[in-house]
């Protein structure tokens, strides 16, 4: 069932036991198999059907350090959440992601990745993939990995249906959760928030916050503050160490075969560090995407030339009238090293129209980082040469130490 407002699914005295917060992949994902368990279950999803730029301004908040993207467009308020917007890159995560590494401290999950595996052939159901083929080692360091790109599923439109007929999932839009209520043992309630107005409270056996990174930590800092500690009563970690994917064009390359590596739909091929090349550099993951650009003829020799001659090359184009790039271009995002000073804080200046605090991200890139990104390229560089596929030349501004640009990708709008 889908309500568009509170007061119908009142009207409705339907009872949940479980109480979901939000209605993007995750919401969605255990809505639906807490549904097919006979398990009665509330979606409540600030967002209405569609976008909104009154709800979307709820989203509105600052960020303190790195530049940013705006956290009103990182993320979306409508059913189906983020998946709105979401380009479809899938992959699954190298057992080394969930490990710790001796040389970034707080690094590691509780779990690992084989608590995963056994969901993997769900996963690829509800994203419509194929299966992925195993990762080709190019070197002892280097690996050619496979990202599949979706048909970018969008949650609120693929399962709307489903849901709607469903008996056991009421879907309720346009209700915003405001703060969660607790005794320091467990969510007792949430207050709720509605056509512009307080909308009472709403209780369940179980809550399930599936707000997505940035407002599961606002809610919940909001919640303890309000509750002295009783929504999560262990808050030291909270809103803290949040990450993203820094992605930025890090260098070019002149591949000696542009059939050396199947590319996709889009002439991209992805490369990744063996897990023994990580220990011995002691660098964070990392994924070079490969974009390939072959050019025939006189665009092609001007193409390799921006890799070797940028000058020459320059004038060559002109000359020609050629606007040409070198022949692979070379972006890299990678693993973000655990900070504690990475966090999400309550705005003290600012709050939405329903008095919750607004976000004030405090977001910086770390050295490991950059070491990554630099050793990630040279690692890459040298396995090209060794194996005789090709040469990388790395970008000026990262050779050189100077700032990452600002007029780039940044990141993977987390």
């Given at each position: ?33 807490l549904g097919a368990a006979g398990i009665p279950v509330v979606v409540l999803e600030a967002g209405s059907r569609e976008f909104g730029d009154d709800s979307q301004d709820f989203y509105r908040g600052v960020t303190v350090g790195d530049p940013y993207f705006d956290l009103d467009i990182t993320r979306l308020r409508f059913m189906g959440g983020s998946s709105n917007h979401w380009a479809g890159w899938c992959r699954v995560l190298d057992s080394q992601d969930f490990e710790p590494k001796a040389w970034a401290p707080d690094t590691g999950w509780p779990i690992s990745r084989a608590d995963i595996e ?297």
């Amino acid at each position: 069932m889908i309500f568009d407002s509170y007061e119908a699914f009142r009207a409705a005295n339907f009872t949940a036991k479980v109480c979901i917060l939000g209605s993007g992949p995750a919401g969605t994902t255990i809505a639906r198999k807490l549904g097919a368990a006979g398990i009665p279950v509330v979606v409540l999803e600030a967002g209405s059907r569609e976008f909104g730029d009154d709800s979307q301004d709820f989203y509105r908040g600052v960020t303190v350090g790195d530049p940013y993207f705006d956290l009103d467009i990182t993320r979306l308020r409508f059913m189906g959440g983020s998946s709105n917007h979401w380009a479809g890159w899938c992959r699954v995560l190298d057992s080394q992601d969930f490990e710790p590494k001796a040389w970034a401290p707080d690094t590691g999950w509780p779990i690992s990745r084989a608590d995963i595996e056994p969901y993997l052939p769900e996963v690829q159901d509800i994203l419509e993939l194929p299966d992925f083929r195993p990762d080709v080692p190019i070197s002892d360091d280097i690996r050619w990995v496979q990202l599949i790109k979706s048909p970018a599923v969008r949650f609120g439109e693929k399962f709307a249906d489903e849901l709607d007929r469903s008996r056991n999932v009421a879907v309720v839009l346009s209700t915003y959760a405001t703060e969660l209520t607790g005794d320091g043992k467990r969510v007792t309630g949430a207050k709720l928030w509605s056509n512009g107005q307080d909308a009472g409270s709403f209780t369940a056996d179980y809550f399930v916050v599936c707000t997505g990174g940035l407002e599961n930590s606002r809610l919940l800092l909001w919640s303890n503050q309000r509750s002295n500690g009783g929504v999560v009563p262990k808050a030291t970690a909270l809103g803290r160490y949040w990450m993203e994917h820094p992605t930025f064009e890090g260098g070019n390359a002149i591949l000696a075969d542009y059939s050396a590596f199947e590319v996709d739909a889009t002439n991209e091929a992805f490369f990744s560090p063996t897990l023994a090349a990580m220990e011995r550099l002691e660098i964070m993951n990392f994924g070079i995407r490969l974009i390939e650009t072959p050019y025939p003829g006189i665009k092609s020799v001007i193409a390799d030339l921006a890799c070797t001659a940028p000058e020459m090359a320059e004038w060559v184009s002109y000359q020609l009238s050629q606007n040409l790039r070198c022949a692979a271009q070379l972006y890299v995002a990678w693993e973000q090293a655990p900070l504690a000073s990475n966090q999400i804080r309550l705005s003290k200046a600012d709050v939405d129209p329903a008095g919750v605090p607004r976000i004030e991200l405090h977001w910086k890139k770390s050295e490991l980082e950059r070491r990554t990104l630099l050793e990630g390229l040279r690692l890459f560089g040298k396995t090209l040469v060794r194996k005789d596929l090709g040469r990388v030349r790395v970008a000026d501004w990262l050779a050189s130490g100077g700032d990452y640009p600002t007029n780039e990708e940044l990141a993977g709008h987390h």
